[in-house]
């Protein structure tokens, strides 16, 4: 694509408020300095819409972030590690990299890094598809830096490694290779492919968090046992405590219709994935939260699903025998939602209808009445009202009450009993 059906790309597929954003930052850069590069130039190119835009200065991404602050274009900058700024720019946040150069040491080492120009920071890339770059200067406005033949790949869907020791410099770019390889519809390139199974053991020169974000990442693609499989013929797998039965175990639910039927908002399909992993893992709990050093809600999740296995399945099972949602509603408040998710897609036919109702409804559920109300009905403050409150919310969720009215009725018995609670719900 030439520099000028780029340009119109470029004004067709960006946001309107990020293509003015780009526009103003090129004019107060040092001219045909600043570039817009990696996975959004990619996805121009594919006639993809990008979500958001990396931005590389030839010079210095600090100074740049001052005049744009100086111009009033910019609000704050916060500068980083590794010579990127943040810049905040009306609503939104932006990184801008200083053009940079990067030698590792040692293999999964992090790189030393020194600035340099555009073609050398294109250079250290992971895929020549990733390795392109467009000016947004204001003088030469979508002008196509393309040292390595990306675009030809983009448009043939290819993913090709810059270097032989590319996946040794950083193997976090097998994963990296999955996700855009399923993502994308993207195929190895031979070379690159060799390159790959050559080096699969050195994934275990990556650290656990770097590891675990780019799983997280693949887990939060479309189709991530896609990207598994891949990694699993490419001997990747192999080479990962517990990882070896991930397929399989991922592999039938994955495309069962179920996986659909149930997704939460509020559950990151990173932490399900941990959390179906888990579910393959036999006894190696521990083996898997520590290779990944999984933390907050991943942990919780993959805990979960041991504490299921020790105790929760006998306590739903306990619930069966009355069937009501209050009693299934009362085992399975205490598991992460992620948790129950992988157990819906995992679970025999019950326990997937019966988190099915939890996660979209149950779990929801609330009495309309609340503390003012049964105080103004005339109860006394204390204990009992959140007792009460507690039973309407039972009651609810067993549709033994359906309104308001419903609840101030039930309520009134109640309160003409004394204390007691009857156990109706
Ligand atoms: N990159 C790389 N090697 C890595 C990580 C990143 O070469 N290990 C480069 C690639 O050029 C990539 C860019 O940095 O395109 C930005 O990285 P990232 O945000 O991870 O990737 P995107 O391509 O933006 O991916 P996505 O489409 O998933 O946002």
Same mark, same amino acid.
């Given at each position: 694509?030439? &520099?000028? @059906?780029?340009?119109?790309?470029?004004?067709?597929?960006?946001?309107?408020?990020? /293509?003015?954003?780009?526009?103003?930052?090129?004019?107060?850069?040092?001219?045909?300095? *600043?570039?817009?590069?990696?996975?959004?130039?990619?996805?121009?190119?594919?006639?993809?819409?990008?979500?958001?835009?990396?931005?590389?200065?030839?010079? +210095?991404? +600090?100074?740049?972030?001052?005049?744009?602050?100086?111009?009033?274009?910019?609000?704050?900058?916060?500068?980083?590690?590794?010579?990127?700024?943040? *810049?905040?720019?009306?609503?939104?946040?932006?990184?801008?990299?200083?053009?940079?150069?990067?030698?590792?040491?040692?293999?999964?080492?992090?790189?030393?890094?020194?600035?340099?120009?555009?073609?050398?920071?294109?250079?250290?890339?992971?895929?020549?598809?990733?390795?392109?770059?467009?000016?947004?200067?204001?003088?030469?406005?979508?002008?196509?830096?393309?040292?390595?033949?990306?675009?030809?790949?983009?448009?043939?869907?290819?993913?090709? $490694?810059?270097?032989?020791?590319?996946?040794?410099?950083?193997?976090?770019?097998?994963?990296?290779?999955?996700?855009?390889?399923?993502?994308?519809?993207?195929?190895?390139?031979? #070379?690159?492919?060799?390159?790959?199974?050559?080096? =699969?053991?050195?994934? @275990?020169?990556?650290?656990?968090?770097?590891?675990?974000?780019?799983?997280?990442? /693949?887990?939060?693609?479309?189709?991530?046992?896609?990207?598994?499989?891949?990694?699993?013929?490419?001997?990747? *797998?192999?080479?990962?405590?517990?990882?070896?039965?991930?397929?399989?175990?991922? !592999?039938?639910?994955?495309? &069962? +219709?179920?996986?659909?039927?149930?997704?939460?908002?509020?559950?990151?399909?990173?932490?399900?994935?941990?959390?179906?992993?888990?579910?393959?893992?036999?006894?190696?709990?521990?083996?898997?939260?520590?290779?990944?050093?999984? =933390?907050?809600?991943?942990?919780?999740?993959?805990?979960?699903?041991? /504490?299921?296995?020790?105790? %929760?399945?006998?306590?739903?099972?306990?619930?069966?025998?009355? %069937?009501?949602? @209050?009693?299934?509603?009362?085992?399975?408040?205490?598991?992460?939602?992620? $948790?129950?998710?992988?157990?819906?897609?995992?679970?025999?036919?019950? #326990?997937?209808?019966?988190? =099915?109702? !939890?996660?979209?409804?149950?779990?929801?559920?609330?009495?309309? /009445?609340?503390?003012? +109300?049964?105080?103004?009905?005339?109860?006394?403050?204390?204990?009992?009202?959140?007792?009460?409150?507690?039973?309407?919310?039972?009651?609810?969720?067993?549709?033994?009450?359906?309104?308001?009215?419903?609840?101030?009725?039930?309520?009134?018995?109640?309160?003409?009993?004394? @204390?007691?609670?009857?156990?109706?719900?």
């Amino acid at each position: 694509m030439m &520099s000028n @059906s780029i340009a119109v790309e470029l004004g067709q597929r960006l946001e309107p408020d990020l /293509l003015e954003t780009c526009r103003r930052l090129g004019d107060i850069a040092e001219d045909g300095t *600043l570039f817009i590069v990696g996975g959004a130039v990619r996805d121009i190119l594919l006639g993809r819409d990008p979500v958001e835009v990396d931005l590389v200065v030839q010079g +210095d991404a +600090d100074e740049l972030a001052q005049r744009a602050v100086q111009f009033r274009l910019a609000l704050r900058t916060a500068a980083s590690q590794f010579m990127t700024v943040k *810049l905040t720019i009306g609503t939104r946040e932006m990184d801008i990299a200083t053009a940079r150069s990067e030698t590792y040491e040692s293999p999964g080492a992090l790189p030393d890094v020194a600035p340099s120009d555009i073609e050398t920071d294109l250079g250290r890339r992971d895929f020549a598809a990733n390795a392109i770059a467009v000016s947004i200067g204001s003088m030469d406005f979508g002008r196509v830096i393309d040292p390595h033949r990306g675009v030809n790949d983009v448009q043939a869907a290819v993913l090709r $490694a810059l270097h032989a020791r590319s996946f040794r410099d950083d193997a976090t770019r097998m994963i990296r290779a999955a996700r855009y390889a399923s993502r994308l519809q993207f195929r190895l390139h031979a #070379e690159t492919e060799a390159w790959l199974k050559r080096d =699969a053991s050195n994934i @275990s020169t990556v650290g656990p968090d770097r590891l675990r974000n780019e799983f997280n990442r /693949l887990w939060r693609e479309e189709k991530p046992v896609e990207g598994l499989i891949m990694l699993q013929s490419w001997g990747v *797998l192999d080479h990962l405590p517990t990882a070896s039965n991930w397929v399989s175990g991922l !592999y039938s639910f994955s495309m &069962s +219709d179920r996986e659909a039927a149930v997704r939460p908002d509020d559950v990151d399909d990173a932490d399900v994935h941990w959390a179906l992993i888990a579910t393959t893992v036999g006894t190696e709990f521990e083996t898997l939260t520590d290779t990944f050093h999984l =933390a907050g809600s991943s942990r919780r999740a993959v805990d979960d699903i041991r /504490l299921w296995k020790e105790r %929760g399945l006998a306590s739903f099972n306990e619930a069966k025998t009355t %069937g009501r949602p @209050s009693d299934f509603t009362d085992v399975l408040a205490l598991f992460e939602p992620a $948790a129950l998710e992988a157990l819906y897609l995992t679970g025999d036919a019950t #326990e997937s209808r019966v988190i =099915a109702s !939890y996660l979209g409804t149950w779990r929801h559920v609330q009495p309309e /009445l609340n503390g003012n +109300d049964l105080l103004e009905m005339g109860m006394s403050q204390g204990p009992l009202i959140g007792k009460f409150l507690d039973q309407l919310r039972k009651a609810r969720l067993n549709n033994l009450v359906l309104n308001r009215d419903g609840e101030v009725q039930l309520v009134r018995q109640w309160m003409g009993r004394g @204390s007691a609670v009857a156990d109706e719900s």
